[in-house]
């Protein structure tokens, strides 16, 4: 492991008096957190000592910051382990990105993240693969797996529950990411896991319709609390609707 000090990012905020967000530990050790400025925006930030890996104490210290400094300031947030050199290093690339920050903190402002993963029930699932013959019949079928035909008709039931999950994904997100949407300021649809989750999404709402936003989930919960569970969460700083990290770590 690198034993060079450095500069580890957590987020931005727009401010222009010097700040302090009390401390935090990263590798092990505890160090102060506090802000670099360059115009109207802040970088919170804090020493540290070689490379910042993604163990689970690292991991919680890097969110954890960033969501007491989201009580007090609209943030973009950095993605894990952006360790710079020096000071001079952190305001060379503030200046840089200063426009596209400056941006960003207009999207963002009394904006916040939320996530919806919907889980569907394995009592459920059951009930919707018996409308279809073929899984249905492989299902509860003994399977003699050295038999030659046995290996065509996986395939074959293969593609058939590939397009099952399929339409329970477009089905999810078609009545339940699609009306959430048109509350949202924006929203995004990540991976989901085939047959584990439906539906894994983002969304980026504006703080004065989060009761709105949370009436419809648990419209839409209703709905459908026979078919899957919801989890519902946030707030958390925005990473789905902020790609500027990427281009950070692409200047150093």
Same mark, same amino acid.
């Given at each position: 492991?690198?034993?060079?000090?450095?500069?580890?990012?957590?987020?931005?905020?727009?401010?222009?008096?010097?700040?302090?967000?009390?401390?935090?530990?990263?590798?092990? /050790?505890?160090?102060?957190?506090?802000?670099?400025?360059?115009? !109207?925006?802040?970088?919170?930030? +804090?020493?540290?000592?070689?490379?910042?890996?993604?163990?689970?104490?690292? =991991?919680?210290?890097?969110?954890?910051?960033?969501?007491?400094?989201?009580?007090?300031?609209?943030?973009?947030?950095?993605?894990?382990?952006?360790?710079?050199?020096?000071?001079?290093?952190?305001?060379?690339?503030?200046?840089?990105? !200063?426009?596209?920050?400056?941006? =960003?903190? +207009? *999207?963002?402002?009394?904006?916040?993240?939320?996530?919806?993963?919907?889980?569907?029930?394995?009592?459920?699932?059951?009930?919707?693969?018996? /409308?279809?013959?073929?899984?249905? *019949?492989?299902?509860?079928? &003994?399977?003699?797996?050295? &038999?030659?035909?046995?290996?065509?008709? *996986?395939?074959?039931?293969?593609?058939?529950? *590939?397009?099952?999950?399929?339409?329970?994904?477009?089905?999810?997100?078609?009545?339940?990411?699609?009306?959430?949407? #048109?509350?949202? #300021?924006?929203? /995004?649809? !990540?991976?989901?896991?085939?047959?584990?989750?439906?539906?894994?999404?983002?969304?980026?709402?504006?703080?004065?319709?989060?009761?709105?936003?949370?009436?419809?989930?648990?419209?839409?919960? #209703?709905?459908?609390?026979?078919?899957?569970?919801?989890?519902?969460?946030?707030?958390?700083?925005?990473?789905?609707?902020?790609?500027?990290? =990427?281009?950070?770590?692409?200047?150093?």
């Amino acid at each position: 492991m690198s034993t060079h000090d450095g500069v580890y990012l957590f987020c931005a905020i727009h401010e222009k008096e010097p700040k302090k967000f009390g401390s935090v530990q990263l590798n092990g /050790k505890k160090g102060g957190v506090y802000t670099i400025h360059f115009e !109207n925006v802040a970088m919170v930030v +804090s020493k540290v000592t070689g490379d910042v890996l993604p163990t689970r104490p690292n =991991l919680m210290a890097h969110q954890q910051k960033i969501t007491e400094v989201m009580k007090q300031y609209t943030v973009i947030p950095m993605s894990f382990g952006n360790v710079f050199h020096s000071k001079n290093d952190v305001l060379l690339i503030m200046e840089h990105l !200063n426009e596209e920050f400056e941006n =960003l903190f +207009s *999207q963002l402002d009394n904006k916040m993240e939320v996530g919806l993963k919907v889980i569907p029930k394995k009592e459920w699932i059951n009930e919707e693969m018996k /409308k279809n013959p073929l899984l249905h *019949q492989w299902k509860t079928s &003994n399977k003699d797996m050295e &038999n030659p035909a046995s290996f065509y008709d *996986q395939i074959q039931v293969g593609e058939q529950a *590939q397009n099952f999950i399929l339409h329970l994904e477009e089905q999810a997100a078609e009545e339940i990411f699609e009306p959430l949407l #048109e509350i949202a #300021e924006a929203g /995004k649809l !990540n991976k989901t896991i085939p047959g584990k989750t439906l539906l894994n999404a983002a969304f980026l709402i504006d703080t004065n319709h989060e009761e709105l936003f949370d009436k419809k989930v648990n419209e839409l919960f #209703e709905i459908w609390k026979d078919k899957v569970e919801f989890k519902y969460s946030g707030p958390w700083p925005a990473y789905n609707f902020v790609n500027i990290v =990427l281009r950070i770590e692409g200047k150093l």
